[in-house]
């Protein structure tokens, strides 16, 4: 059991044992990308790889300490003197405590230890896992009431306003809300959801990771909010979730080929997500797999948050009896691709997908097979 060897290795970093553990889960997104900063929907699930946080209060000096077991790092948190750092890892944990501070709250000195199983750099949100899961637990050690909502917008002002990350809430809400064997539509703008059993038998869904990260993720990123947000001011919109294709349109000239090519992706992705739901519901399989290949085509063409490596794997799945569809997910510029393939083929279909990578690229992809889950809770 992991929470047996995470006690341990607490006890032996601090000499004491925690006093409770919280696990945060990653996410997959089945469908609706790059639409939560548009304030769109999108369809995610919680999945069974975590971020594992244990705590117990730091009595005996005057500072806070966290280690990583993964990264096999450590270092401490004065809570008078939360700046930024060059650990990334640390900014995100002082970025929540900064908000813990706006809000008036009176934070006591901690011992931390963090393990994680999901795979940094894959597009299932570690970071977000790690922001929540953290928030969780200072405001349990501190008897503070914080609701899923609380800590949902806590995180996404210290993303905006301490680390500069301008994304959306879709991450953070995976984390918080997830659901055994569900997934979940939310609507980004006025934060309503529903729970749609994700059960299609004798399918299976399968995260097929890269191994690459190209550099240009977070500039990318970075410039697809700004491309939006400039696309809805010459739109006149408040965000590209108000536009009509038929305002798009009408107002194509008034566009560059960037902006005009971003505002039509969002528009599609966002009927995609609702199209999609109804087709899990009616496990049409045929409308399911062209669903995940129009957002791959998208996200390739007119989003352009794709590379080369991934459109490779989701190209390898295009003729395969077996899979249903593929898609990249995440950022873009590198991570997973998410597969839905017949759980009779997937040994075979992997074995063939992983030679054609390798031969390609030199490559060994890693596949991941992900259950869907609680969101965090206690260990």
């Known amino acids: 059991m992991i929470e047996q060897s995470i006690k341990k290795s607490f006890e032996r970093a601090f000499s004491v044992p925690p006093s409770f553990i919280i696990k945060a889960p990653g996410r997959i997104n089945l469908i609706g990308e790059h639409t939560d900063y548009n304030n769109g929907f999108v369809f995610p699930a919680a999945i069974d790889r975590y971020v594992y946080l244990a705590f117990s209060a730091n009595i005996l000096s005057d500072n806070s300490r966290v280690v990583t077991k993964d990264l096999g790092e450590s270092t401490n948190i004065i809570l008078s003197n939360l700046e930024l750092t060059e650990l990334p890892w640390k900014n995100f944990l002082l970025g929540i405590l900064i908000q813990f501070k706006n809000q008036g709250h009176s934070i006591k000195d901690f011992n931390c230890l963090i393990q994680s199983t999901i795979p940094i750099g894959a597009g299932m949100s570690s970071s977000s896992a790690l922001e929540c899961g953290f928030a969780k637990g200072i405001s349990h050690l501190n008897n503070i009431e914080l609701s899923n909502w609380d800590i949902v917008d806590m995180s996404h002002r210290s993303n905006h306003n301490f680390l500069g990350l301008k994304g959306g809430i879709m991450d953070q809400f995976s984390s918080l809300f997830g659901r055994q064997n569900y997934g979940m539509i939310l609507d980004c703008q006025d934060r309503s959801h529903s729970y749609i059993s994700i059960n299609i038998d004798a399918y299976q869904w399968v995260l097929i990771d890269s191994k690459v990260k190209h550099e240009h993720l977070t500039s990318g990123y970075g410039d697809r909010v700004r491309e939006c ?136 992809p890693e596949c991941h097979f992900v259950e869907l889950v609680d969101g965090v809770n206690f260990s």
């Open 229 to 364: 947000k400039e696309a809805a001011s010459i739109l006149n919109v408040p965000t590209l979730r108000e536009l009509t294709p038929d305002h798009l349109e009408t107002n194509k000239k008034n566009l560059s080929e960037i902006q005009y090519n971003r505002a039509k992706f969002v528009i599609e992705e966002n009927k995609r997500v609702h199209t999609f739901a109804q087709a899990l519901k009616l496990k049409d399989l045929k409308q399911l797999g062209s669903l995940l290949y129009q957002s791959h085509d998208g996200l390739q063409n007119e989003y352009e948050v794709s590379c080369e490596e991934l459109d490779f794997l989701v190209d390898c799945t295009r003729d395969e009896d077996g899979i249903v569809g593929s898609r990249m997910m995440g950022g873009g510029f590198g991570g997973c691709t998410i597969n839905l393939i017949k759980s009779d083929s997937i040994d075979s279909v992997i074995a063939k997908i992983e030679k054609a990578y390798f031969s390609k690229y030199g490559i060994n």
